[in-house]
């Protein structure tokens, strides 16, 4: 995507991490999706290409230097392109001359974490057909029917891209629990 106005005044026409080549594209940093600036690196093709495919470490050395742009968002970037070759010892050696702060190594970690899982109250991991126990009565929307604690909710099924919610039939009726109410039965 071009870049935007106010980012490439940020940026100042020159990418972000190499601080060498033009800034060509706007590239947003996972998980974030929207396009503020605050979440966003203005980078050259070459930076870009290296990203998507995870070529030779020798190509970032100059990480090195984007670690300590001001920009939570470059220190973000910067990190977790390092994750990728901290078994190199140049890598290695930047990540830990730096530290920043818990907040930005969260996100710049966020890209390795594995796929989040479905959990009961008590930690516990729900699969599809699974048996759950409510742990609190819960009202059901649009109806004047409230299901007590205790109630076995039968073959639940997860609800994909949001952990905290299963679907669940409560008086034939198929309704959306939250996990952090069931109890795997
Ligand atoms: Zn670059």
């Known amino acids: 995507m071009a870049i935007g106005t106010k980012l ?12 060498t080549s033009p800034a060509v594209h706007e590239y947003t940093i996972s998980p974030k999706k929207d396009d ?10 070459t930076c870009l290409e290296n990203i998507q ?3 030779s470490g020798a190509y970032w050395s100059f990480l090195e230097g984007s670690i300590w742009n001001p920009e939570p968002a470059i220190q973000a970037l910067s990190y977790r392109i390092l994750q990728v070759y901290k078994e190199e010892d140049w890598a290695n050696n930047i990540i830990s001359s ?15 974490e594995t796929a989040d899982v479905h959990k009961d109250a008590f930690g516990n991991t729900l699969v599809n057909g699974d048996n759950v126990v409510l742990t609190q009565s819960l009202d059901v929307k649009g109806t004047s029917f409230s299901a007590p604690k205790g109630t076995v909710v039968k073959k639940i099924r ?11 039939k409560i008086n034939e009726q198929t309704i959306v629990i939250l996990t952090k109410y069931v109890k795997k039965g």
Not at 13 to 18: K, P, W, Y
Request: proline fraction near 0%.
């Open 8 to 19: 490439n005044e940020r940026c100042q026409g020159i990418c972000e991490l190499c601080n």
């Open 36 to 45: 503020m600036i605050e979440n966003q690196a203005a980078l050259c093709n």
């Open 53 to 55: 495919t995870a070529g």
């Open 98 to 112: 730096v530290e920043l702060d818990e907040d930005i190594v969260q996100w710049a970690m966020s890209a390795f």
């Open 158 to 168: 997860l609800v994909a891209d949001n952990t905290d919610q299963v679907e669940g």
